[in-house]
């Protein structure tokens, strides 16, 4: 999506990933290698003006060599903090930021913790390499920790305190070259097993827009950080609570690439390359939906009329994010009947 954005704008991505046919393959080059395979790196980075990525789970040692050739954006600095959620922890603390209350755990010794200090239930997350939903459980009572533990392969976590929210919503905001700032209106995010299922945008709240701003703005100047950068949150009834933060484009905005004036794709590029960032007002109420495991016959999903449809070229499988479909309409309730529509189509489509 990013090298699809770059296109017009006479931008040319070259990427590199550990398949062939990855989704950015079919757009553009690509070379095949490990994200940590420093000799391929470091090739590609000498024919470049500049190396960025869209998942968080590169080798921040890779990253931190190749600045000695070209520009890296964002900053390893905040990817390695974003990896470990102890670290996030932190992070969040260090700003002020609210956050759910935490224990480490590191052994078994810990868990007399987690019952002390943050009551049932509980979600146990693995430090390091969890995404959609991946890598954490939901833990009713004390006894059932060590199974749930056991589960995740006994590796270095944090047990987290249940957050009873309203809903979910992620800031999504760009820093140019010289920390000038421009931010997505927030976007309410549905999840299901713990993966984003669909989105809707604008959330509408002046004060907590402001809040997430400023939290983002903070983090923004911590890190001299540039490109796009997410803050999950949960809406509770005392405000917001941050949950993760992702340094790179991010799922929940990917709306922004019909539903606002500049997309999260296009004002990361011109961001890492230190061009002007674009407007980020949206062009209606936005709803995303995406297509996991399983993809629609493509004349059923064109049948909803404004319907656009994003095809990765993934192949299915369940529980595997293969695509998304954008509606953009004139206000929340139609977008919802958008979602309802698709909805019912993903339920009963024989494709
Ligand atoms: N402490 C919590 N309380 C309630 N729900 C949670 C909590 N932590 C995670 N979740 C649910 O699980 C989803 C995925 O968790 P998250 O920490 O964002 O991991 P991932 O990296 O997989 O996105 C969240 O969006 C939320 O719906
Ligand atoms: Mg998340």
């Known amino acids: 999506m990013m090298a699809l954005a770059g296109y017009p704008l006479g931008i040319e991505c070259h990427l590199l990933d550990t398949r062939a046919d990855s989704s950015g393959g079919q757009v553009a080059p690509i070379r095949v290698a490990e994200l940590d395979d420093l000799q391929a790196l470091e090739a590609l980075a000498r024919e470049a003006d500049v190396i960025t990525f869209d998942i968080e789970n590169v080798s921040v040692a890779a ?7 070209v520009p890296v954006h964002p900053a390893p600095a905040a990817v390695a903090v974003a990896q470990d959620r102890l670290s996030e922890k932190r992070l969040f ?3 002020g ?10 052994g078994a010794a810990d868990f007399d913790e987690v019952d002390t200090e943050l009551g049932w239930p509980v979600v146990i997350k693995a430090r390091r390499l ?17 199974a749930a533990w056991a ?29 000038n700032l421009r931010f997505y209106p927030l976007t309410e995010n549905r999840h299901a097993d ?30 001299h950080y540039v ?15 941050a949950n993760e933060i992702a340094p790179r484009v991010h799922n929940s905005g990917h709306w922004t690439i019909e539903g606002a004036v500049s997309s999260q794709f296009e004002n ?23 297509l996991i495991g399983r993809m629609p016959a493509r004349a059923e999903l064109l049948a909803i009329d404004g319907l656009h449809m994003h095809d990765y070229g993934k192949s299915p499988r369940p529980g595997r994010k293969i695509g998304h479909c954008t509606m953009v309409a004139a206000d929340r309730n139609s977008a919802q009947a958008s979602l309802d529509t698709l909805d019912r189509l993903l339920g009963s489509s024989t494709a």
Request: charged fraction near 20%; hydrophobic fraction near 45%; aromatic fraction near 6%.
């Open 63 to 69: 990253l931190e060599s190749l600045q000695a050739i």
């Open 93 to 95: 603390d260090s700003l």
């Open 97 to 106: 930021i609210p956050a759910a209350p935490y224990v480490t755990i590191d």
């Open 130 to 146: 969890g995404y959609d939903g991946r890598g954490q459980r939901l833990v009713d009572s004390a006894g059932e920790l060590a």
């Open 151 to 179: 589960e995740l392969g006994e590796r270095p976590a944090i047990a987290e305190g249940f957050v009873d929210f309203d809903c979910e919503v992620s800031l999504i905001g760009v820093s140019d070259q010289s920390q």
């Open 194 to 223: 713990g993966m984003l299922e669909s989105s809707i945008a604008p959330f509408v709240n002046a004060e907590l827009q402001q809040q997430a701003e400023a939290w983002m703005t903070a983090m923004v100047r911590k890190f």
């Open 227 to 241: 490109g796009i950068l997410t803050i999950e949150f949960f809406v509770t009834p005392s405000g917001l609570v």
């Open 268 to 290: 990361h590029l011109r961001a890492i390359l230190g061009l002007p960032t674009g407007a980020t007002t949206t062009r209606g109420t936005i709803a995303m939906r995406n």
